[in-house]
């Protein structure tokens, strides 16, 4: 079955947007040849998850991702102070953990999702 394999994330100053998920989530920014595409590594290669890059804006276009993270009440705290902006607070979803959605500093929204013990998948 298909599976997301890859994100990107659009913004109108890509540099400014990688160094916001830099800075919320310890993201690093790989450069590229295209000097308008920077990747994004959000974790290691033996860790669940995808890789994704920032490129220019491209209109109508949007995307959401939810972000797995230890806590969301920590990361919602470091998005804000990257100039980022709380969408929707976090709230529980019976089965799943907890969520809530930013915007970057570019208004990109995304999701978090803090998992219950034992949640999985």
Request: aromatic share 8%; net charge negative.
């Given at each position: 079955?298909?599976?997301?394999?890859?994100?990107?994330c659009?913004a109108?100053?890509?540099?400014?947007?990688?160094?916001?998920?830099?800075?919320?989530?310890?993201?690093?920014?790989?450069r590229?040849?295209?000097?308008?595409?920077i990747?994004?590594?959000?974790?290691?290669?033996?860790?669940?998850g995808?890789d994704?890059?920032?490129?220019?804006r491209?209109?109508?276009?949007?995307?959401?991702?939810?972000v797995?993270?230890?806590?969301?009440?920590?990361?919602?705290?470091?998005?804000?102070?990257?100039?980022?902006?709380?969408?929707?607070?976090?709230r529980?979803?019976?089965?799943?953990?907890?969520?809530?959605?930013?915007a970057?500093?570019?208004?990109?929204?995304?999701?978090?999702?803090?998992?219950?013990a034992?949640?999985?998948?």
């Amino acid at each position: 079955m298909p599976r997301v394999v890859h994100f990107e994330c659009h913004a109108d100053d890509p540099e400014r947007v990688a160094a916001f998920y830099r800075d919320v989530f310890g993201w690093e920014l790989v450069r590229t040849a295209d000097p308008y595409y920077i990747l994004l590594r959000s974790g290691g290669p033996d860790e669940p998850g995808i890789d994704g890059a920032v490129k220019p804006r491209v209109p109508g276009s949007s995307f959401t991702n939810l972000v797995g993270v230890a806590s969301i009440d920590d990361t919602l705290l470091r998005c804000i102070r990257a100039g980022g902006e709380i969408m929707m607070p976090r709230r529980t979803v019976n089965g799943l953990g907890r969520v809530a959605y930013c915007a970057d500093s570019e208004g990109n929204v995304f999701g978090l999702l803090e998992r219950e013990a034992g949640e999985e998948g």
